[in-house]
């Protein structure tokens, strides 16, 4: 290695360029080349052989990464095969290419990035509501504190269904609460929206009906991730909230009738929407499931399904697993039910819990909401910010 290089080097600890706090991993006891790659051993005896491709691709020099935007300059495209000249400098690495090139690893980096390790994160996976589940309430003023908004956003990301209570009776809060987290997502209803009975409606949201449990633009490749809906008024009588988990409703299934599982995870229907200025629709399964048959997003809403085209011989075997999701949804062992008030706002997974309501009386008092809708990455993205200053 270059001595002027490296001394500099030794003088200063490599930066890897991350925000994450990867500093506080053990520091390189040994590095030896192998036929493999390049052999490494911690302090607490943890070991892990990296390739040589994969050691020269993290490079972090600025020739290698944009010294501002951090964003990857170098391009992995040729095979690596002379072994580099190999240092270790306060627990560091450093390796010299044959070219000349000089890289320097953060042993703390390396060891939270070795195959075997886990990588840490700040955002908790999705847990299914356990029995007698209660939603997290973070009062307004709290969210507005970044201890409060990050227990909501944890709230939210893990159960998809949380509540902010004691809020201002003021018009647009939904909108400034969202716009903490990021862009309100547009639909054809706009990106912020009233949910009240009105005249000639163009949804069943805005009338006085009951609404079963469902989830909002089925009919959109890409229905909203996160809705809110904050309540402004609610003096109507009748019209108590509804929700159940799709992901618990999902294990149900599975255990009580796999082929229905089966069937409506494997069949495709349309969905669709149209009105005077929108003709908007998609076919998709009813249930979306990843490689271990986790959920990723249901998509059940009985009056934007539209007409069902599948071979007569596979009609009967859908209608009867739709109907099984059905009566699971709408079971009590699976729905939650509360009456939102004046300054609370609900917010919910949209593609993962169903929400829905009783039917209220128009003429017993008014009941005025305001919702919008946030993507899912935005409420990851602003979690992990946070946790970046704790």
């Not at 030896?32 to 943890?46: A, F, K, N, Y």
């Not at 229905?260 to 629709?281: G, M, P």
């Not at 039910?337 to 008014?366: C, I, K, W, Y």
């Not at 005025?368 to 993205?381: C, E, F, P, V």
């Amino acid at each position: 290695m270059n001595s002027a290089v490296f001394a500099e080097e030794q003088r200063q600890a490599p930066q890897m360029g991350e925000l994450a706090p990867y500093q506080d991993g053990p520091s390189l006891t040994e590095a030896v080349s192998t036929d493999e790659g390049v052999h490494l051993t911690w302090q607490d005896g943890q070991h892990t052989t990296l390739p040589l491709l994969w050691l020269r691709d993290h490079c972090a020099c600025p020739a290698c990464r944009h010294p501002q935007t951090r964003e990857r300059l170098y391009l992995p495209l040729d095979d690596i095969s002379d072994t580099p000249a190999i240092e270790l400098a306060g627990g560091h690495l450093y390796l010299t290419w044959q070219d000349g090139h000089v890289s320097a690893y953060h042993g703390g980096w390396l060891y939270q990035r070795r195959p075997e390790a886990e990588i840490p994160t700040a955002v908790p996976s999705p847990a299914p509501w356990r029995d007698q589940f209660t939603p997290e309430r973070i009062r307004h003023a709290d969210f507005l504190t970044p201890e409060g908004e990050k227990a909501w956003l944890t709230a939210m990301l893990r159960d998809g269904l949380a509540l902010i209570t004691e809020g201002p009776l003021v018009e647009e809060e939904v909108s400034r609460l969202a716009e903490r987290i990021g862009p309100q997502r547009a639909t054809n209803f706009g990106s912020r929206f009233d949910v009240r009975s009105k005249p000639n409606p163009n949804n069943a949201a805005y009338t006085a009906v009951g609404l079963p449990l469902h989830i909002d633009l089925p009919n959109w490749r890409q229905p909203p991730d996160i809705q809110l809906l904050y309540c402004l008024q609610n003096e109507a009588s009748g019209g108590e909230s509804l929700f159940a988990d799709g992901a618990r409703v999902v294990n149900a299934l599975r255990q009580q009738d796999p082929e229905a599982l089966k069937v409506l995870s494997e069949t495709t229907i349309d969905f669709r929407f149209q009105d005077d200025t929108h003709d908007i629709s998609v076919r998709a399964p009813v249930i979306k499931l990843d490689d271990d048959g986790q959920l990723v997003e249901i998509r059940l809403n009985n009056w934007i399904r539209d007409t069902l085209h599948l071979p007569a011989p596979k009609m009967a075997a859908w209608y009867r697993a739709y109907r099984v999701l059905w009566q699971l949804f709408h079971s009590e062992a699976h729905q939650l039910e509360f009456t939102l008030l004046p300054g609370q706002m609900v917010a919910f997974d949209n593609r993962r819990v169903l929400h829905g309501r009783r039917e209220f009386d128009p003429n017993s008092g008014a009941r005025h909401l305001q919702g919008t809708y946030l993507d899912r990455d935005m409420l990851a993205s602003k979690l992990r910010v946070l946790a970046r200053s704790a």
